[in-house]
């Protein structure tokens, strides 16, 4: 064999050797930052963050009139497999979660973490969510969650909240009040007890938006966010994972893709992908198989990833993002929802066992 053949193939073999080593070093570096240490064993910290893979979840059967105990059921039931993340929308002044839902958390069985995602308001401004116009509301909340669910779960508050803001000074609904109200409910809801809770801040996770001028303003702080997360949806445009959470626009050139926005503004915060669907596409029939398979091996490529839950639902605002419309898919994503990447971490048991 020739001098340069060989050297071309020490080359590709060094090649395909560093690729892992180089993703596991990323990786350590990424759990160093979040505070994970090196253990035999895969555990939980106190943000709930998982020290190996990362937490499988859903949004079951989204706007089918199901409860959350039917949807669950059924979407694990299709799937062929169980979820480690379960999440749930309230607003205004309903109480969570419900007798229901710590049911489904404190399933012996299969334990879960609830994602609960609370709109506080539709009829206050931040600015006046911020200003303690909702103050009894939030100190009824904090009353009922210490009274009924002592255990850990997340919180995300008034989640996307881009397509919400009003620039006109006076709006009450400027990027800096969002901040502002974020700040202010996660703070008294602490003063008043509220100790378990591990806050969300979750954007939509679209480049046009990030291109406005107060998108940084929407950040209320370190000091009361405890995970990012980014929404997300495939359509004909997004062939793939990577595209999904790096997504990148013409017209907005010098955004380099949330993931890689994420890793540069919160390098010790996780990242959750809060909600992701791929929507139908009828000229396409094996896109979401071959979605869903992309999902398997690239989700290693983004370390800081450290939960994704899917929106499962026939009528998403933007479409169908059942992950069974088709024997294929359903077989891709079923083989998704089972690899060993999202099943290394075991969910915490109830503290009511």
């Known amino acids: 064999m020739a001098l340069g053949a060989v050297l071309i193939l020490l080359s590709a073999c060094s090649q395909a050797v560093g690729e892992p080593q180089r993703e596991q070093s990323e990786a350590d570096a990424i759990n160093g930052r979040l505070g994970i240490t090196a253990s035999p064993a895969c ?3 106190a943000k709930l963050i998982p020290s190996c893979g990362a937490w499988w979840g859903m949004a079951p059967e989204v706007f089918t009139g199901q409860g959350p105990a039917r949807a669950v059921a ?8 169980t979820v480690d993340v379960l999440h749930l929308y309230h607003r205004g002044n309903e109480l969570f979660p419900t007798d229901k839902e710590v049911a489904l958390a404190r ?3 299969r334990p879960r973490l609830l994602l609960i ?3 506080p308001s539709f009829d206050r401004t931040w600015a006046e969510i911020a200003g303690g116009a909702l103050d009894s509301r939030i100190d009824r909340l904090a009353q009922h969650i210490r009274g009924t669910f002592p255990e850990r779960f997340f919180l995300t508050i008034h989640h996307e909240p881009e397509n919400d803001v009003r620039p006109a000074d006076g709006s009450g609904m400027q990027a800096s009040d969002y901040a502002a109200m974020y700040r202010h409910v996660v703070l008294r809801l602490r003063e008043k007890g509220v100790t378990n809770m591990v806050t969300v801040m979750t954007y939509m996770g679209a480049p046009n938006w990030a291109a406005k001028s107060w998108f940084e303003q929407l ?3 370190d000091d009361v966010v405890d995970w990012v997360a980014m929404d997300p949806y495939a359509d004909e445009r997004v062939r ?4 999904l959470v790096d997504k990148t626009r013409k017209d907005v050139p010098n955004w380099p893709g949330f993931y890689r926005w994420m890793q540069w503004r919160f390098p010790g915060k996780p990242i959750m992908v809060a909600e992701w669907g791929v ?3 009828p000229m396409a029939p094996r896109s979401k198989q071959s979605f869903f398979d992309s999902v398997r091996t690239q989700i290693k490529h983004y370390p800081q990833i450290k939960a994704l839950i899917y929106f499962d639902s026939p009528h998403a605002p933007r479409g169908d993002t059942r992950f069974d419309t088709n024997q294929e898919a359903k077989r891709a994503f079923t083989t998704l929802a089972r690899d060993p990447y999202f099943r290394s971490t075991p969910v915490p048991r109830p503290s009511s066992e």
């Open 43 to 45: 555990a939980v910290t």
């Open 74 to 81: 059924g979407a694990e039931q299709r799937m062929g497999g």
């Open 107 to 109: 399933d012996a069985a």
């Open 117 to 119: 995602n609370w709109k």
């Open 219 to 221: 950040y209320p702080g």
């Open 240 to 243: 793939d994972f990577g595209g």
């Open 279 to 281: 929507f139908e596409r």
